[in-house]
């Protein structure tokens, strides 16, 4: 791939002379869903897959923007970044471009071609990855001297303010931050993070993409943001705390009276929970309990279904169709849900079965084909060298 986008480059805009690539991964999160805007746990790691953006400096302040993915090409001025709806992708480097300068980092123009291999609406971070390679890339190549950590707290920041979608932190964090062979434990509202190794020795990581399309701002996401925050008002009147990522499950059990609506008191439910899950879920990485980090995942994605409403029909089934299988150590949705992918561990030798399997289940309940894609665990955002 990092040969053809050079060379697609030269194509698109005349030669290939003081270009520069980059690379930023893709992210799935193994443990620990809807967690991140709360404050809470997170378990992500960064795929082997990802997008690469190949670019060159201008001093006359235009910034074009392709992309091999799509047909849209935007050309705006480096001192003219603004919202537009109909840039579509483009929103994500030019949102980053703005945060920057409005950081007081000096930019310039420059032309770039993105190109990725990370399915659009399912759910595994291609905007992360667009905001991180552009990120990473203004920073090598201007010398801005932004610290890893900085750089992705400023690319959510771009994606809450420029672009309007409220995430929480984990998804830039793991696509900036990923390291090969380990996964990310990440607490969000401290920012604290350490590695767990993830080296599942006779087990693939496989992710299933339901196909149904999802975008973060269509959806439901942000409803399931205010529930959280009004859940949280009510148990603050006994509970000095700030996020509920800082409710423990005991305290949680002593004071849920006080929320007196149904709906807001199973989404809380959730948050608390998952919490505990991801703690569990990194002891038993710790004791090689790869058999009890599946059986978390089950009970993740039960929450999801039940208590948080997030699931659906279609991500429902990926996961029924994948636990008929005993060589399935666990499966769950990973993302924001209502769509988008699971993510299931399955043995080695059967992941071939395992595609089959769970292709004909979904395909005979849902009308059409679920996409498969077997993963590593790879390195967060990046320069590379063009030979």
Known sequence: MATKIVEEFKRIYGSSEGVRLFYSPGRVNLIGEHTDYNGGYVFPCALDFGTFMAIRMRDD?????SSLNFDLKVEVNINDL?????????????????????????????????EGNIPNGAGLSSSASIELVTGVAMNEIL????????????????????????????????????????????????????????????????????????GLQDSKYNERRSQCEMALSYLKKELDVDNLGQVTLEEFDKYKYLIPDDVLLKRARHVVTEDERALDAVEALKDNDIKRFGQLMVESHNSLRDDYEVTGKELDTLVDEALKLDYVLGSRMTGAGFGGCTVSIVKEEFVEDFIKEVTNGYKEKIGYEPSMYVTGVGDGAKEIKIK
């Open 143 to 214: 010398n801005l001297g932004i610290e890893r950590v900085e750089l992705v707290k400023l690319c959510q920041k771009a994606e809450n303010n420029f672009v309007g979608v409220n995430c929480g932190i984990m998804d830039q964090f793991a696509v900036g931050m990923g390291k090969a062979d380990y996964a990310i434990f990440l607490k969000c509202d401290t920012i604290d993070y350490k590695y767990v190794p993830f080296k599942l020795d006779g087990y693939k990581i496989v992710i299933s993409n339901t196909n149904k399309r999802r």
């Open 82 to 114: 603004v919202y537009d709806r109909k840039d579509d992708w483009a929103n994500y480097p030019k949102g980053v471009l703005k945060v920057l300068q409005d950081e007081g980092y000096k930019l310039k123009g420059f032309e770039a071609l993105y």
């Open 61 to 65: 302040g235009k910034v074009r923007l």
